[in-house]
């Protein structure tokens, strides 16, 4: 299949960025599908309790940490006769 786009050269690299304590990690591993799935598959046992667990030592209880979630863009232009 051929579509008529042009791509666009993203000249700009952004990153998100925000300060999360463990608990909010906590939560945001919790939303990924394959934990859901591994729970389900393992006895409601929680894996990322278990990574939670460990990192505290290193991250600090009750500590916030910066966290950062590069974006990536692929853009293309329509480019019609």
Do not use: C, M
Not at 23 to 35: A, H, I, K
Not at 36 to 45: A, K, V
Not at 59 to 75: D, N, T, Y
């Amino acid at each position: 299949i051929h579509f008529d786009f042009e791509t666009l050269r993203v000249r700009q690299n952004w990153t998100l960025t925000d300060a999360w304590d463990l608990e909010r990690l906590q939560g945001y591993l919790n939303t990924w599908s394959g934990v859901r799935r591994y729970i389900g598959q393992n006895s409601g046992s929680d894996p990322v309790g278990e990574v939670i667990k460990a990192i505290v030592p290193f991250w600090g209880k009750g500590e916030q940490r910066e966290v950062q979630f590069p974006i990536f863009l692929k853009l293309w232009k329509i480019t019609k006769p």
